[in-house]
């Protein structure tokens, strides 16, 4: 059984896809070439995704979009 967490897992797979395009991974490597530079972008985009209005449940291990607040009047 994996115990790491969702978030970690979607930056796990988010680093691995990175890795997986070949033309974004060359442009990635003129400035960054070790594996600790594709973790933190992994981690950047989803603090971009969680910024942007997505959630990330961990129990559900699911992302989704966020409901907009309710509207007050």
């Known amino acids: 059984m994996d115990h790491r967490s969702f978030r970690d897992q979607l930056a796990f ?8 395009s070949g033309d974004l991974l060359r442009r990635l490597l003129k400035n960054h070439v070790t594996d600790d530079a594709r ?11 969680e910024r942007s209005g ?14 907009p607040p309710p509207m007050h009047g």
């Open 54 to 67: 997505f959630e990330i449940d961990e129990a559900e291990q699911v992302m989704r979009r966020r409901l």
């Open 39 to 49: 973790q933190q972008l992994a981690e950047r985009v989803i603090e971009h995704l």
């Open 13 to 20: 797979s988010i680093g691995f896809a990175v890795s997986r």
